[in-house]
Structures are given as structure tokens and as C-alpha cells.
């Protein structure tokens, strides 16, 4: 895959493409701090395989797409001065349809992952032309519901080491802090994503910034109450980092929505749950469709 770049919401997003032009659009949004290579590309090429026209690209702050380096690092210690965020999980949203526009996409099938889900969650309130169905992975609808524990709260904001080889070691351990306790770890693959992350965005800070956005932002469930398109939303039983009670959260809220809670899951996506997660994405994609459908 080559990675592209657009112009999107005033802002430069770098993006990838995978599967035939003529499938059903299908946006990716990933997490916290994450580029675009946190979607497997096996996963995504399962996705193509059944019929999706799969894009993925980097959220604003992270990757090669556009920085807000001129914020600084904002400073969540007790007792700061109030601070006012260079942006919020709504601008997120809007950067993702600017790209739908861009590339011809909208609207789009949407899923996301994380933060990600809270993006796409505020993509379907903000936009919802631009949107077929929506899946919200591992997410929750509001900063209060679903908190972390203590010891995967500390993991993800750790300061990051100054050397490279202590950074990339940090990120490994992350995951197996926050990852899916019922499933293998694929710690090479994740350490390979963490080095290609790190080779591509230098910036040590873009994630501060983006989790400011979490920190400050609204919560969705009164929007979310007047979504319309289908909606699956997958949590694991296990995950540390947005407790389940985000993912029952998030369905409660949305009406008609699905919910695929997932024994042994934590916060990621191992290979051993893809087969469930795109046979999910099918079914409310064949939903949205088979309505779009009726109604022409």
C-alpha cells in the first residue's frame, strides 16, 4: 500500500487505500497516539476480501499527517492553570469527513477503535450524511464512563524515555498491560508497529495533545440518542483501559444498536477475534445497505 496525503478540514491527513474502487467505502479511525499501521494490514485485507474499498490514515498529531507542535505539551498535572485545548474530538471528526469528501468516499461505513470510537461516534452525531453504519470498538461515549484501571491508567501515561530502545520497549509493555489476556500476544508484530510509529512521526508530544481533545470534550449520549444508521458496538470483557461499562455505555445509547461483548478481549485487536470483528462489520454494513436500498 502507498501511503497519500490530501488536504481535509484545512489540515494535511496522509492516508492509505485497500481494496477494489468500486467496493463499499469503509473508514478506519484509530487511537490515542496510534498512526494508521495500527490496523493490521492482514486485518484490513480480510476487510477488501469482503468487498470493502478499506481506507486508513493518520489523526491529526500523529503521524504524518498535520502537528500542532505550536500548542506545546499541555500540563495535566494538579493544581495547572486552566489551559484551553488546540482542539477537540469534534475537530477529529470533522478532519474525517473532510477526507471522505476528499477522496469521494462519503458516505462511508465508519469504524474506530479507542479514541477512534469516539471519533467516529461524533462523525455520525456531527455528519451523518456521511455516514452508511457505524462500529465503535473498544470505546465509550464519555471520558467519565468506563475508566481505566489503576495499573493500565498508569501504563498509557507514563512519560515516554528519552532513548529510543527504552521508548519502544515501553510501548510492548504497554500492550501486554492493556492487551487481551484470553488471546496470544503478538508481541513482534506490535514492537514492529511501535518502531515503523516512531521511525515515522518523531513527535514525541502529538499524543498529549489528542488526549487533551478526550479530556475536554463532550459528552456524546444525548447526540448519540438521535443516531439514525445501524450500529455495532464491540468491547471486550477484560479490557483495562475503557472499562466494558464504556462499551454497554456506548450501545445504551445509540437506539437499535448492537452489542458484541467479547470474553478474553482487552484493549486491542489479537487474530484471534478478526474473524468476529469482520464478520460484525459485515453484518451492520449488509443492515445500513439493506435499508439504503428499501428506501431508494
Do not use: C
Request: glycine share 12%; hydrophobic share 45%; no cysteine.
Amino acid at each position: 500500500m502507498a501511503i497519500h496525503k490530501a488536504s481535509a478540514n484545512g489540515l494535511t491527513l496522509a492516508y492509505e487505500q485497500i481494496g477494489d474502487a468500486g467496493g463499499r467505502p469503509l473508514m478506519l479511525v484509530n487511537g490515542l497516539g496510534s498512526q494508521m499501521n495500527g490496523w493490521h494490514d492482514e486485518f484490513l485485507g480480510r476487510l477488501a476480501g469482503r468487498g470493502f474499498h478499506v481506507l486508513r490514515f493518520d489523526n491529526r498529531d500523529v503521524g504524518e499527517s498535520t502537528h500542532f507542535t505550536e500548542f506545546g505539551v499541555p500540563d495535566f498535572s494538579p493544581g495547572a492553570a486552566r489551559q484551553e485545548p488546540p482542539y477537540l474530538l469534534d475537530d477529529m471528526a470533522d478532519d474525517a469527513a473532510g477526507l471522505l469528501d476528499a477522496l469521494g468516499m462519503a458516505p462511508a461505513h465508519v469504524v474506530g477503535m479507542s479514541m477512534g470510537g469516539m471519533i467516529v461516534q461524533a462523525l455520525t452525531i456531527r455528519h451523518p450524511n456521511k455516514v452508511r453504519s457505524l462500529t465503535s470498538i473498544m470505546s465509550t461515549p464519555a471520558r467519565s464512563v468506563g475508566q481505566s484501571t489503576p495499573a493500565a491508567g498508569a501504563a498509557l501515561t507514563a512519560p515516554r524515555p528519552e532513548s529510543r530502545e527504552a521508548a519502544i520497549e515501553q510501548g510492548v509493555q504497554t500492550f501486554r498491560i492493556i492487551g487481551s489476556p484470553g488471546f496470544e500476544f503478538d508481541e513482534a508484530w506490535r514492537r514492529s508497529v511501535i518502531t515503523a510509529a516512531m521511525d515515522r512521526d518523531p513527535d514525541p508530544f502529538g499524543r498529549a495533545r489528542q488526549l487533551f481533545a478526550i479530556v475536554a470534550s463532550a459528552d456524546r449520549r444525548p447526540g448519540l440518542a438521535q443516531v439514525k444508521v445501524p450500529a455495532l458496538v464491540i468491547h471486550g470483557a477484560a479490557d483495562p483501559l475503557v472499562q466494558p461499562s464504556g462499551g454497554h455505555a456506548t450501545a445504551e445509547a445509540i437506539p437499535g444498536a448492537e452489542l458484541m461483548m467479547i470474553d478474553g478481549m482487552g484493549h486491542d485487536l489479537p487474530r484471534g477475534i478478526w474473524d468476529r470483528v469482520v464478520d460484525g462489520i459485515v453484518a451492520v454494513a449488509d443492515r445500513a445497505d439493506g435499508v439504503a436500498a428499501l428506501a431508494n
